[in-house]
């Protein structure tokens, strides 16, 4: 620990620069040069907080950082230092009982991280060193070591891929570790380099690399290596992510690679990635804090109420210094106010277990514990991923149970990111292999008279184009040559599952992709002869442009440039009078809910292709602001191309998508979809979702409502007023905060585009009116479903930041499956993350995975309910129990001059909330289940019940804050008055004061843990064993503790105490009807409940599973049929909806 923090300040220095040069193998670029060893960090992985030397004082730093062990902190310390009517064991053991636990269970996670960071550090690993490969220790890896790594390894540190055993300089990894894609990557060497095959060879490369400082993107990369021959001008070769060999990647399918270290030890973008996400925290966490201030300012008013009629009562000489009682000299000669203050402090002392500390930790073991259901639920399993839900943090489980906006993603979360190839049509002429009955339309409807061909020459020119233009790369199987591959064993890969859709839908046609060949493309065309294109430049995709272009060179000499986008970034880019033959076949698709993509193509000339390829060369050598130079580049080559066509695929609904919206949005909840996707799909596929029902009315703010006008602020001004004055009359105002009601006669969606909604979040300077903003909320707000289409990710976490900081501070969900919904992730109460097909970015940023969206519901419908309502009642519980516990303290300071005598042995008021009352609460967070999981599934209504923090309001506070205090005043004067005869044996002995607090102490615990018990719906054999457990050990403990004498007590004052007390038929009457008395409240509430149940009970109506039904006034109700409702909708918005119709 000590050298990596000396490395790291070494590395200072270094780190103060934008780039980092690395000399490959240590060796200087001439032999002239003297060679001067750089500091950077060593290899070694430090994931751990603590070392041996530190744990101690940087724990107990931390753990009393919290506001109720620094208070129990101080406590101590005044028993210690003032003379307490209590013994400061009452209060130190309790408070280092907590710091103990926690800083076993902190040291024993930390031992693991240490465990596990040994383990990778003493791997081995081979470093080429003089020609010769040296086995050395992983944390012995340097900046500037070429390292060889073999198949199914993991590598060390990031490394610059130098060479491979094969041939072309290609390697396959796989980065589920790091992101968890499991598919196969593609990276490549410097061609340069890729001849550098054995050690000797490897061993002989002079080079440096100019690389940027370390930063935490995975997918990001700037660099350059320049590579020095004797006599020969340097070469130098831009390096970008493709080069770029990440720590804790495997590789895979090469036998072995040669690769330089970049990056070491901590400073790899494996370990960068470690930093941890800022801490959400959630509403109950809130409602204790606010519950702690009022029982602390009740502790404050027992102790000054306490300490005040203390010297009112003292102002009586007599009481203030009786005869038997004589004061001492420095008694008298200390201050009134001194002695004021000091009682004071004796009262808080005396008071102080009426703070809860032993809550906390409680609730972190519920909260840590409880998160395990959810990974071992079944029903969340995947069969098709082999993996269930996931939870990567425990802290907001009841948060689950509070939501109130859902926003989701539509690309692989409300679909299956599944792609299949429908239709393409070139030049206006659409094909098709056959006519499907649910289409819309017919092949002849719109400007289409007859059926027809496109020209042959650009059928194969559209067919090419989606051969080329990709990122696809083959596995094949062993030993397989290109031209004799079986069909069989050819697997696709890449990055997203459109580009594979689109190659395996020209190979339908005819045209297949074959894979690469060192430089080249190969494509089998329809008379079966190979082709061959020289893959020149690759103009990577990325959401601005939201298009992909390759620049390559055929056989007869040509350059091509091929480009394939959204529509809306392809048209502006194209010959405007090609436009709509292709526009009218986009449009339809997306009306069916497809995904379209439009193809064009552009010739250049040799003197465009070496100003392109000079500008791009240029751009990729650039350390600084490399991806702004590339996009300006990239937008001046995608400019006057010729669209060819437009391709339409399909991504399925998800299973059980739509039924999973209707029953959140039956709970309560309002759902908002963002999306990149184009308006037309996005809408299709909400109409399938059911997040649109067929009577809702759309409210569009859209670039085709806004028109073509420039002053478009004065447009969306008139729209926004229009529709909030379209809205309001529906939706009575409410004072507080929005509640959930879905009682309205009309329900209102809204759409609304990234463009507009970049006019509405960042309006001009010259725009009239400044409140868009508000006005499109309350628009929202009011809205029972929302459609945001063309989001950036940025967009999307500024609608949730939006939503999140309205009024009332409504509890938000995002989800999603894809990186570019990581933003919203983040940004929302709660993040959900799906296993999907567009990696694991999502799913690692996230609170919470699960593998399918319909998991949501059961998740937040049970789990979440269960979760909230057990914390809930944990919470109330612990402050309910606490109070019954100190009021008859402080009610017996009345009986005893205000002396601040203890009514409890300190046994006693040690070991309440550690051992006699702990464990029947935890069984219960963890157990309970008030109603079956069944029903809560079943019937999202009752979800709304535990809505807007039904349960830690003030309403119950006060309820079991009043409950507490007739239980405390029950104990004591039931007791008081059993007194009254202080006579309670045959034998006329007098029972004393200690025999007084431990009846009211038998009382209290048994009533607590009763009351548990009368809340408890769900028994188990757990909750049988600690509820009774706890009170036969309550019993055991007493006679034990009574029953010795024990050597290292100065006064044996509960010396058979309990024993001789139950011995008295008195007490034992007494107890028994204190217990119903205090109880008996609690059980005519439960009757009456049970009665009024019972007569306001209805006929049990199961939901089956396709109806579409919405809450009402009295219940559920279906408008129509489900075959009646997809007709209607087939006829009025031209959709297909395959799921419905296979179900």
């Not at 710091?99 to 269970?105: D, E």
């Not at 470093?127 to 070591?145: L, P, R, T």
């Not at 759309?698 to 006008?709: C, V």
């Amino acid at each position: 620990m000590l050298r990596w923090s000396i490395n790291r300040f070494c590395a200072g220095e270094e780190k103060r620069v934008g780039t980092r040069t690395v000399f490959v193998g240590h060796r200087p670029v001439s032999e002239t040069d003297a060679y001067v060893e750089q500091k950077f960090c060593d290899n070694r992985i430090v994931s751990s907080k603590y070392t041996v030397w530190n744990f101690l004082p940087k724990n107990l730093f931390e753990q009393f950082r919290r506001i109720a062990n620094f208070y129990f902190l101080i406590i101590f310390l005044v028993q210690v230092i003032v003379d307490t009517p209590t013994s400061p064991i009452t209060s130190g053991l309790p408070l280092f009982f907590v710091i103990i636990v926690t800083a076993i269970k902190q040291g024993y996670e930390d031992w693991l991280r240490h465990r596990a960071d040994k383990e990778v550090n003493k791997s081995s690993v081979f470093i080429v060193e003089n020609a010769k490969q040296v086995k050395k220790h992983s944390e012995k890896i340097k900046v500037g070591d070429i390292v060889e790594v073999k198949a199914d390894e993991t590598f060390p540190c990031d490394l610059i891929f130098l060479a491979s055993s094969n041939d072309d300089g290609i390697c396959y990894v796989t980065t589920a570790s790091l992101d968890g894609e499991s598919n196969f990557k593609t990276h490549y060497a410097v061609r340069d380099t890729t001849g550098l095959r054995t050690d000797d060879d490897i061993d002989s490369l002079t080079a440096t690399i100019e690389c940027e400082q370390p930063q935490p993107d995975l997918y990001k990369f700037v660099g350059r290596i320049n590579i020095y021959r004797s006599n020969q001008e340097p070469v130098a070769r831009s390096l970008g992510p493709e080069n770029l060999l990440l720590k804790g990647s495997t590789l895979k399918n090469t036998k072995k690679i040669y690769g330089v270290a970049v990056y070491t030890g901590m400073e790899t973008k494996m370990a960068l990635n470690y930093q941890g996400k800022s801490q959400k925290r959630s509403a109950v966490e809130k409602s204790i804090n606010a519950f702690l201030i009022v029982y602390l300012c009740i502790l404050v008013s027992k102790a000054t109420v306490c300490t005040t009629l203390k010297y009112i009562w003292q102002s009586n000489p007599f009481n203030d210094e009786p005869w038997y009682n004589q004061k001492t000299i420095k008694e008298r000669d200390m201050f009134k106010i001194l002695r004021m203050f000091t009682d004071f402090l004796s009262f808080m002392v005396l008071f102080n277990f009426i703070i809860p500390v032993s809550m906390y930790v409680t609730v972190e073991m519920q909260k840590f514990l409880g998160s395990f259901f959810i990974a071992w639920d079944k029903e969340m399993y995947d069969e098709e991923i082999k993996e269930g839900a996931l939870v990567n943090t425990s802290d907001l489980n009841e948060e689950l149970g509070q939501v109130e906006y859902v926003f989701t993603d539509k690309t692989g979360t409300l679909t299956e990111n599944s792609m299949k190839f429908i239709e393409c049509c070139i030049d206006g002429h659409k094909y098709k292999d056959g006519i499907s009955e649910v289409d819309g339309f017919s092949h002849t409807d719109g400007p289409l008279k007859y059926y027809g061909k496109a020209e042959k020459c650009r059928e194969e020119l559209f067919l090419r184009a989606l051969c080329l233009c990709h990122t696809v790369q083959i596995q094949e199987g062993d030993n397989v040559d290109g031209l004799r591959i079986n069909q069989e064993r050819r697997t696709y890969i890449a990055s997203s599952p459109d580009e594979i859709a689109l190659v395996k839908g020209a190979k339908k046609y005819g045209f297949t992709f074959l894979g690469h060949e060192a430089d080249y493309m190969k494509v089998q065309n329809q008379k079966n002869e190979i082709e061959k294109y020289q893959l020149l430049h690759v103009l990577n995709f990325d959401p601005v442009r939201r298009r992909m272009s390759v620049i390559v060179k055929t056989s007869t000499g040509k350059f091509l440039l091929f480009c394939k986008g959204a529509d809306s970034s392809m048209f502006p880019r194209v010959q405007q009078d090609e436009i709509q033959q292709t526009k009218v076949h986009v449009e339809r698709n997306a009306m069916d809910g497809y995904r379209t993509l439009c193809v064009a193509f552009k010739e250049l000339t040799q003197e465009d292709y070496k100003k392109i390829n000079d500008q791009l060369s240029e751009a990729k050598m650039a350390l600084q602001d490399r991806e702004e130079k590339m996009a300006r580049i990239f937008d001046d080559i995608e400019t006057d191309m010729h669209l060819i066509g437009a391709t339409a695929v399909e991504d399925r609904l998800q299973e059980h998508a739509a039924e999973t919206i209707e029953a959140l949005q039956t709970a309560g909840m309002k759902v908002w979809v963002l999306t990149g996707d184009k308006m037309e799909t996005a809408k299709s596929t909400c109409y399938a979702s059911r997040l649109f029902q067929t009577n809702t009315e759309l409210l569009e703010l859209t670039t085709k409502t806004m028109g073509d006008s420039d002053r478009k602020e004065d447009r969306l001004h008139e729209l926004l007023l229009e529709y909030h004055k379209k809205l309001l009359p529906d939706f009575p105002k409410n004072s507080g905060k929005l509640k959930r009601s879905w009682t309205v006669s009309q329900e209102y969606g809204l759409i609304i585009d990234g463009s507009t909604l970049s006019l509405i979040l960042n309006p001009s300077q010259d725009s009239s009116s400044s409140n868009y903003k508000s006005i499109f909320l309350q628009i929202c707000l009011k809205c029972t479903a929302v459609l945001c289409c063309r989001m950036a990710p940025l967009q999307k976490a500024q609608i949730v930041r939006m939503v999140k900081n309205t009024k009332g501070n409504p509890i938000t969900l995002s989800i999603g499956d894809g990186a570019n919904d990581v933003s919203m992730i983040l940004e929302a109460h709660v993040g959900i993350g799906i296993k999907g097909k567009e990696g694991r970015q999502a799913a690692r940023n996230s609170d919470y995975a699960v593998p399918k969206f319909m998991h949501l519901r059961k998740l937040l419908l049970a789990h979440g309910h269960l979760y909230y309502v057990r914390i809930a009642h944990l919470v109330q519980y612990f402050f309910y129990k606490n109070l019954c516990f100190i009021l008859p303290q402080f009610l017996y300071q009345f009986f005893c001059g205000f002396s601040q005598q203890p009514l409890y042995d300190a046994a006693y008021l040690t070991m309440y909330n550690i051992c006699f009352t702990s464990l029947p609460i935890l069984a219960y967070s963890l157990l309970e289940q008030h109603i079956n999981i069944e029903t809560l599934t079943s019937d999202p209504r009752l979800y709304m019940k535990i809505s807007d923090n039904a349960m830690l309001q003030w309403k119950p506070f006060l309820y079991w804050t009043f409950l507490g205090a007739f239980e405390g005043l029950v104990f004591f004067f039931g007791v008081y008055f059993l007194f009254q005869n202080s006579s309670l044996e045959d034998n006329g002995k007098v029972f004393g004061n200690w025999t007084f607090g431990t009846i009211v102490f038998t009382v209290l615990v048994f009533t607590v843990t009763l009351k548990l018990a009368l809340d408890t719906r769900f028994w188990t054999w757990m909750n049988h064993f600690v509820i009774w457990g706890s009170l036969a050990f309550y019993v055991f403990f007493s006679f034990f503790w009574g029953g010795i004498i024990w050597p290292f007590l100065k006064q044996q004052r509960m010396y058979f105490v309990f024993a001789h007390m139950v011995t008295s038929v008195s007490t034992w009457l007494a107890i028994v009807l204190l217990i119903f008395i205090s109880l008996f409240p609690e059980i005519l509430l439960v009757v009456f409940k049970n009665a009024k149940r019972k007569n306001h009970q209805t006929v049990p109506f199961n939901l089956p599973m396709l109806l579409s039904y919405k809450p009402m006034e009295n219940g559920y109700t279906s408008e129509m049929k489900l075959e009646d409702a997809v007709t209607n909708l087939t006829q009025r918005c031209h959709l297909r909806i395959p799921q419905m119709q296979q179900l």
